[in-house]
């Protein structure tokens, strides 16, 4: 099997060979996943094929990433119509 990991700011891509241990029939289960080394953290799309064929799409995690919390400052302005 392989598992396409996609960082969702960078567009890097990563392409793991992985082999499912098969104990699940919910969920697939990898025990030799290594990743590179320097790979940059944050959030990626994955995406795990068998033999050319999609099998499942997500996302997931990599690192102590920590998304910036964006704060916006909401002004409101009150329009009446007296038509």
């Given at each position: 099997m392989e598992l396409l990991l996609k960082h969702n700011t960078t567009k890097k891509e990563v392409y793991l060979n992985v082999t499912d241990l098969r104990d699940s029939k919910l969920f697939y289960h990898f025990d030799d996943v290594v990743l590179p080394e320097g790979m940059d953290d944050g959030e990626y799309?994955?995406?795990?094929?068998?033999?050319?064929?999609?099998?499942c799409t997500g996302i997931c995690q990599i690192g102590d990433y920590k998304p910036e919390k964006t704060t916006y400052n909401k002004t409101s302005e009150i329009i009446q119509y007296n038509g």
């Open positions: 799309t994955f995406s795990l094929y068998r033999d050319s064929e999609l099998l």
